[in-house]
């Protein structure tokens, strides 16, 4: 089986670097041979899994580590609801809120202390960030590289002018390329997302073997997930879109058959905010990418589908998730540190209704992101809203039921869920950090202080308190029915056009109104709903966007 994985990795090595894979395969060999403990259990995904996404300082106090408070309060408060905690970038950065590594390997000061993580890591399966598409511009690499240190002269991508950039697809607009001032004078550096994180160049296989002594760090230091941040832009080459190329697919390939060797409980979830069937490529056979991809569709559908309170897109679209085989499947989020994608919505929804979809997010006091295309034009690339804001209007209990319905569908259809930790704790739009920091992403990205949260969570009439625990009692449901394990069959049912239905396993059935009226649905057996408990014989009456799930 080893010799069998090795020489699988040798060939991906010579896929992706022809003269120079003896080199390369040889430093990787070695570098797997060096690692004297390995962890040799894979790790079966089940609907035992959830993930609590938040920074290492979501929720603070005085005098302590943020990290040591994350996990009091996940101890306290969360307890076994949730067995895997995504800690966003937690390393010294410069800008995007951790998105800009200054250094790979230690942690921010205010967050605290590898020791903290390995504690953290006691109770809970972590997931890491690999933020491997670029570093910040005071990263100890580029700064180097300014100075003329030979040895980084390649691990960046300079280009003297824009000439084969044209097709480049851009998720920011502002310009590709960056000046810096070097110890040979001024040079053009590849800069995709900011003129502060700077895009390293995989050419180089040096870079490659700095990346992949990270990754494996990381594994040695705790995580069980490792999330490839915007890896579908991670190959360059000039005249294509420097997206989604196959050097990018064998980069991913490769990282997974070297955990299989190494740290084989480790899961790969990649990241990619791009139209649903550019997304599925990255599970590549269901069993050599990635083990998650993020469900990008699914928050924007979802939004969708509840302001125009009909079923049909959202059905359809339903119909296609399926795990690609029974190591690999969806990451089901609705909320995050970062925007509501448009880009998925390609090919599912028209113009007319992604911009009715705009006016909404706007109305509901949220904002517009954009990107720049090819052609120089602007168009909306992603809405910044928190996502109870989203579905807030006069009547809150109407409001809390929506937003928890959102969740049960990604709770309940196949896949592994993400709670982003202002959707668990029922935070709103955070207009002040949008005025301090001048970016819309801020509005969902408040920083809570712990005592005023505590206090919140431990008074029933507060919203926190109301969402908080709805949210944990459909978490319940799902990991203590393995009808919802995301291998299992999922059958959608076509009740009608305000209706959101499917069955798990032939057993438990999932029933949603999405309309804002009563609504009776004829169940025809015996069925106890798991939601409270009660039997239910022949029929039930649902409010709108009140939702059941029936076990028989």
């Known amino acids: 089986m080893q010799s ?11 896929s ?9 395969y040889n430093s990787i060999k070695n570098k797997i041979n060096s690692i004297k403990t390995k962890r040799n259990n894979f790790y079966k995904i089940s609907n035992k899994d959830s ?116 097709k480049v697809v851009r998720p920011r607009t502002h310009s590709l390329l960056t000046e810096f001032k070097t110890s040979e004078g001024i ?36 995580a069980k997930l490792l999330r490839l941040d915007a890896i579908g832009f991670l190959w360059k080459e000039k005249h294509t879109t420097c997206i989604h190329l196959n050097q990018t697919h064998l980069i991913i390939k490769l990282i997974r058959k070297i955990f299989e060797m190494t740290y084989k409980d480790v899961l790969i979830i990649t990241e990619t905010n791009v139209p649903h069937e550019d997304n599925i490529k990255y599970f590549g056979n269901g069993n050599n990418e990635a083990h998650m991809i993020y469900n990008f569709t699914l928050p924007p559908l979802i939004l969708y589908t509840f302001f125009k309170q009909d079923s049909r897109v959202f059905l359809k679209w339903l119909k296609s998730i399926k795990s690609p085989s029974k190591y690999a499947t969806y990451f089901n989020f609705l909320a995050s540190h970062d925007g509501i994608g448009l880009r998925p919505l390609e090919g599912i929804i028209d113009d007319n209704d992604k911009k009715n979809l705009i006016e909404d997010i706007i109305r509901h006091n949220g904002f517009v992101s954009y990107k720049k295309n090819s052609d120089g034009s602007k168009s909306p690339y992603e809405l910044n809203i928190n996502l109870f804001s989203a579905f807030k209007d006069d ?76 949210m944990k009692k459909i978490l319940s449901i799902r990991s203590n029915n393995i009808d919802f394990d995301p291998f299992v069959s999922m059958k959608v049912l076509d009740i009608d056009n305000e209706t959101i239905s499917f069955e798990r396993n032939n057993s438990i059935k999932f029933i949603l109104n999405i309309s804002n009226k009563v609504k009776k649905y004829d169940t025809d057996k015996h069925f106890v709903n798991l939601i409270d408990e009660k039997n239910i014989e022949n029929f039930v009456d649902l409010k709108p966007f009140e939702f059941v799930v029936l076990k028989k």
């Open 4 to 14: 069998n994985t090795l020489k699988e990795i040798k060939d991906i090595i010579l």
């Open 16 to 24: 992706i670097y022809g003269d120079n894979s003896d080199y390369v």
């Open 51 to 166: 993930v609590l996404i938040t920074y290492a300082d979501n929720i603070y106090t005085k005098n302590e580590s943020c990290l040591k408070t994350l996990n009091k309060f996940s101890k306290e408060f969360i307890g076994n609801s949730i067995n895997t905690i995504h800690i966003l970038p937690f390393f010294p950065y410069s800008s995007d809120d951790g998105f800009s590594v200054i250094d790979y390997k230690k942690i921010d000061e205010k967050n605290g202390s590898w020791e903290d993580i390995k504690y953290l890591s006691e109770n809970y399966r972590l997931m890491f960030d690999a933020v491997i598409n670029h570093i910040s511009k005071e990263n100890y690499w580029f700064k180097e590289f300014l100075n003329g240190n030979k040895i980084y002269s390649k691990y960046f991508i300079e280009c003297e002018n824009d000439e084969g950039l044209s």
């Open 187 to 222: 040079k053009k550096i590849w800069t995709t997302f900011s003129e502060d994180q700077v895009d390293l160049n995989y050419k180089n296989p040096e870079v490659l073997l700095e990346i992949i002594d990270i990754l494996i760090f990381y594994a040695e230091k705790g």
């Open 395 to 470: 009547d809150l209990d109407l409001s809390i039921r929506k937003f928890i319905s959102a969740y049960a569908i990604a709770c309940f259809m196949p896949g592994v869920p993400g709670i982003y930790i202002h959707s668990l704790l029922g935070s709103e739009n955070f207009f002040d950090g949008v005025k301090k920091t001048g970016q819309y992403r801020s509005i969902n990205r408040e920083k809570l202080h712990y005592e005023n949260l505590i206090i919140d969570l431990k008074n029933p009439k507060t919203l926190r308190y109301k969402i908080f625990h709805k």
